[in-house]
């Protein structure tokens, strides 16, 4: 199974970014976990970063040969990308959203996804637990 995680905007910030709500781990903390649970599951991964929409359209775009699905956190994207959904929808690979923190809580711009209602499922909430029950589900569904 090979899996790509995706970061987007902003989240290469994390551990000084706002960390009352995304928390005090670094984005290569997160990383290391993925990558410990990876092993675990028997998944090969891949991960990557851009505050760039296009750059992280182009990178779903290539990953798509190589990989069985996407766990992705788009930040900000979320909220705002069509292209981002309409890249994901035409690569038909699955793919998981998670975010650090409870979206649903905070400003109401944050309680709309583009990329919700054709994920295969979505984690927030749980700081960097987001990502690995995002990573656990996504490995079920692929290897299913
Ligand atoms: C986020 C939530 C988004 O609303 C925000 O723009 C981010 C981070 C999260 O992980 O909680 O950049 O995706």
Redesign the pocket.
């Known amino acids: 199974m090979n899996v790509a995680v995706i970061h987007?905007?902003?989240?290469r910030l994390l551990g000084r970014r706002e960390p009352d709500?995304?928390g005090t781990d670094t984005l290569d903390d997160v990383n290391a976990r993925l990558l410990e649970l990876a092993a675990e599951l028997g998944v090969t991964l891949e991960t990557f970063q851009s505050n760039h929409e296009g750059e992280i359209l182009d990178f779903v775009e290539e990953a798509s040969h190589r990989v069985d699905g996407f766990l992705i956190?788009?930040?900000?994207l979320?909220?705002t990308s069509i292209g981002l959904r309409d890249a994901l929808l035409g690569v038909e690979r699955p793919f998981v959203e998670?975010?650090?923190?409870n979206?649903a809580g905070?400003e109401r711009f944050?309680r709309h996804s583009y990329l919700s209602g054709v994920a295969s499922g979505v984690v927030?909430g749980f700081g960097v637990e987001?990502y690995l029950l995002g990573l656990r589900g996504l490995a079920a569904r692929i290897g299913g």
């Open positions: 987007g905007q902003n989240l709500v995304y956190n788009p930040g900000a979320t909220h998670v975010h650090l923190s979206t905070r944050r927030y987001s």
